[in-house]
Each structure stands twice: as structure tokens, then as C-alpha cells.
């Protein structure tokens, strides 16, 4: 077995969840890479952040300048998980060097930045992915096969919520190294591109694209201390979002995300009505896909009347998406596995044997949407969206 040698940039929470699916895809999966964990960068007022990462997670040196991580031969992968405003240069500084690239989401600051990081890629023809993990929970990937094989049939509603609570207090503050997603500058939207982009990209990926966009955006707390300096800072990300869509399919949907949701904690949400069933899906409660059945795909006709109504399928079965590779049936996997599934997926297609989504063609293709949605907020009007 080849070895995949990795280069980490950044050293947080989505650190942590890249540095674990390195570890134990080849346990779970038949890779033809075995990962090695040679390097992590973090800055240098980070140092002991970054030091008790590499011991965590088994790393054989670190690294204060991420360019000479790109600039070392040995590395393979570059695997960006740095706040949103370096993703940009350090992709496209990763392309340039002819390496392999895995970026955390949203991929950029704006859809300009975003045509500019596809474009680099594209030219260095390196594989790449970026990490929308929630395509595959097992249930969610379940979602999308019950939808290709046309359970639901023509699709009238779509709607997406994703809610956390995480932001209520005036008294949380605004940047440093765990809350830079309340910096502007560092973050580049607040829920349209922290939440919402996972939304989008599940909705497209399941119902097609997006064809115009009407939104509404708050912010509640429109100052708070700066982490680092101490001093009152304007909060100019969004709080709150909630949009319309209609797709070009037809169907219309609904969009929201707030951080003030009270009681929300990771509630990532999405149902489609059509006209031979429904689906819902809830990530708390990550092992259950509702389906409602009413017609036969096949032959259309509708099923007897004792039988309608919302099934809530248990989805840990060796039948379901990835649940073969894990433990037996009735058990269940958790977040950690979404990174881990979609890390085999994109290593087993490194042979170019099969294709491999996200890329960062369709992270652009979020970020497009993401813009139109802060662009119709500011105007206070509907925004049409190029396929």
C-alpha cells in the first residue's frame, strides 16, 4: 500500500475531525493509501494549541510557516481546515505546488474568490475535495438514493433549517482563535456560509439547482467584546437567515439558520414533499430517515390506505449507504464517520476510476448561491442565479 503523506493546516476543531478520519479510514475501509500525519501548522501565538494537537493526534512535527509545508516534496496532501479568509491563498498556493487538496467549507470569502481557487486548480489538475461531510451520513445519502430512484416523484417543497444557540449571550465575544466565525474579516458571512452553505449543497445535490433566491438576514447583537483586544467591535455577519428558493425543477423551498435558535444545537434539517412521498431528516437524530410512502414509483399507483403514512426507518442495516463497513445492524455512527466516509470516497477515486463530489467546482457553485443570498438581503428584493 502507497502512503498518502498529510500536511495540516490548522489545528482546530475541524483539525481534529480530518486528523481522526486519517487515522482510522483504513480500518473501516479498503484504501489503496495508507495516510500518514507528517506535519500540522498552527501560528506561533498558537504554539501550545498546536503542540498538544500533534501529540493528540499522532502528527511527526509541526509548523509555523504553512508555506514550507508546500514547499516540502514529501507532502501529498494539503488538507486546509484555517479560518475562512486564508482558504483562498492557500489553495490556490497548494495547486501551484501539485498537491492533492482537501478544503474545509465555506471553500471561500466570496464567489469571486471561489472562481479564482477553481480556476488555479483546474489548471494544476490536482484531485481535490471540499468537505460538505453531512452528503455522507448514511441516512442523508439514503435521502438522495430514495429520491433518484423516484419514491418521491415530482418534487413540490423543499425546506432546510439548520439552528444552533451557541451565539445568544451578549457576552460571548467576537474573534480570537475559537470565534472567528463572529469576524467579518476572518469568517466572511456569519449562518450563510458557516450553516446554510451545508444546506445549499444538500439541496442542489438532492433536488437540483437553485434557480432564484429571496432573503431576509438579522443581526441581534450588533456589538460585542473583541476576544483579543478587549474593545467593542461592530458585528456586521449574520445572526439570522431565512430565504425562498425556487429550483429549476419547480419546486420551491424555504431556507433558515439562526445561532439564536434557544435549544437548537446542531439542528440540520431537511425535508422534500413530492407527489408520491415525502422525506425528512434530522441531524440530531442522525440513524432515522422518515419516508412517507403513497404511490408506487413504478407503476404510480397509490398504496393501500393502511400503509400510508410517515415510516421512520432505522438506517444501521448492511443494505444502507456505508453501514456495511461499520459494526452490526442497530448500531449506530455518529458525526466523526461522515468525515471518514467521504475521505474513503475520495481516496478510492484518486485512480480516476470514479468520480469524486464535492469538488471545488461545486463548493463555487455554493458560494454563487451564499452570495445571491447575501446580495437579495442587502437589496431587499429576488436574485436570480446563472446555472
Known amino acids: 500500500m502507497k502512503t498518502l503523506n498529510v500536511g495540516m493546516l490548522g489545528c482546530g476543531f475541524m483539525g481534529r475531525t480530518h486528523s481522526?478520519?486519517?487515522?482510522?479510514?483504513?480500518?473501516?475501509?479498503?484504501?489503496?493509501?495508507?495516510?500518514?500525519?507528517?506535519v500540522c501548522y498552527g501560528r506561533q501565538e498558537d504554539l501550545a494549541t498546536l503542540e498538544k494537537f500533534q501529540k493528540a493526534w499522532g502528527y511527526e512535527s509541526i509548523e509555523t510557516d504553512w508555506r514550507k509545508i508546500l514547499a516540502d516534496p514529501e507532502i501529498d496532501i494539503v488538507d486546509i481546515v484555517a479560518p475562512n479568509f486564508l482558504h483562498k491563498e492557500m489553495v490556490i498556493a497548494a495547486a501551484e505546488a501539485g498537491k492533492m487538496?482537501?478544503?474545509?467549507?465555506?471553500?471561500?470569502?466570496?464567489?469571486?474568490?471561489?472562481?479564482?481557487?477553481?480556476?488555479?486548480?483546474?489548471k494544476a489538475g490536482v484531485a481535490n475535495?471540499?468537505?460538505?461531510?453531512?452528503?455522507?451520513?448514511?441516512?442523508?445519502?439514503l435521502f438522495k438514493q430514495l429520491v433518484d430512484e423516484q419514491r418521491v416523484g415530482r418534487p413540490?417543497?423543499?425546506?432546510?433549517?439548520?439552528?444552533?444557540?451557541?451565539?445568544?449571550?451578549?457576552?460571548?465575544?467576537?474573534?480570537?482563535?475559537s470565534l472567528w466565525r463572529l469576524d467579518a474579516k476572518v469568517a466572511g458571512s456569519g449562518v450563510t456560509g458557516d450553516l446554510l452553505a451545508h444546506s445549499i449543497d444538500a439541496a442542489e445535490w438532492i433536488n437540483g439547482p437553485i434557480k432564484k433566491v429571496c432573503a431576509y438576514t438579522e443581526i441581534f447583537v450588533k456589538e460585542r467584546k473583541n476576544a483579543e483586544t478587549g474593545e467593542m467591535v461592530k458585528i456586521t455577519i449574520d445572526d439570522a437567515c431565512m430565504f425562498l428558493a425556487v429550483?429549476?425543477?419547480?419546486?420551491?423551498?424555504?431556507?433558515?439558520?439562526?445561532?439564536?435558535?434557544r435549544g437548537r444545537k446542531n439542528y440540520n434539517c431537511m425535508e422534500l414533499n413530492g407527489e408520491?412521498?415525502?422525506?425528512?431528516?434530522?441531524?440530531?437524530?442522525?440513524?432515522?430517515?422518515?419516508?412517507?410512502r403513497y404511490a408506487d414509483p413504478d407503476t404510480g399507483k397509490k398504496v393501500e390506505d393502511h400503509l400510508t403514512g410517515w415510516q421512520?426507518?432505522?438506517?444501521?442495516?448492511?443494505?444502507h449507504p456505508y453501514m456495511n463497513k461499520y459494526w452490526v445492524p442497530g448500531t449506530t455512527i455518529g458525526y466523526e464517520h461522515t468525515f471518514i466516509n467521504q475521505l474513503?470516497?475520495?481516496?478510492q477515486s484518486l485512480d480516476g476510476s470514479k468520480p469524486f463530489h464535492p469538488t471545488v467546482q461545486d463548493a463555487a457553485r455554493v458560494q454563487k448561491v451564499c452570495d445571491a443570498v447575501i446580495e437579495s438581503a442587502q437589496k431587499q428584493q429576488w436574485i436570480e442565479i446563472d446555472p
Not at 129 to 140: D, E, T
Not at 164 to 174: E, F, L, M
Not at 280 to 292: A, G, K, M, R, S
Request: proline share 5%; with cysteine.
Open 344 to 347: 474513503a470516497d475520495f481516496l
Open 276 to 292: 408520491n412521498g415525502a422525506l425528512f431528516f434530522n441531524l440530531e437524530e442522525p440513524e432515522y430517515l422518515q419516508f412517507f
Open 247 to 261: 429550483f429549476e425543477n419547480g419546486s420551491i423551498g424555504t431556507f433558515e439558520s439562526s445561532r439564536y435558535a
Open 101 to 122: 487538496i482537501v478544503c474545509e467549507k465555506p471553500m471561500a470569502m466570496s464567489y469571486a474568490e471561489a472562481q479564482e481557487m477553481v480556476a488555479a486548480v483546474e
Open 312 to 319: 421512520r426507518i432505522l438506517v444501521t442495516n448492511s443494505e
Open 20 to 38: 481522526n478520519a486519517y487515522n482510522q479510514v483504513g480500518h473501516f475501509f479498503d484504501i489503496p493509501y495508507k495516510p500518514v500525519l507528517k
Open 156 to 177: 413540490f417543497h423543499y425546506r432546510a433549517i439548520y439552528n444552533q444557540d451557541y451565539t445568544i449571550s451578549q457576552k460571548v465575544p467576537a474573534g480570537g482563535s
Open 129 to 141: 475535495m471540499v468537505s460538505f461531510c453531512y452528503r455522507r451520513v448514511p441516512a442523508i445519502s
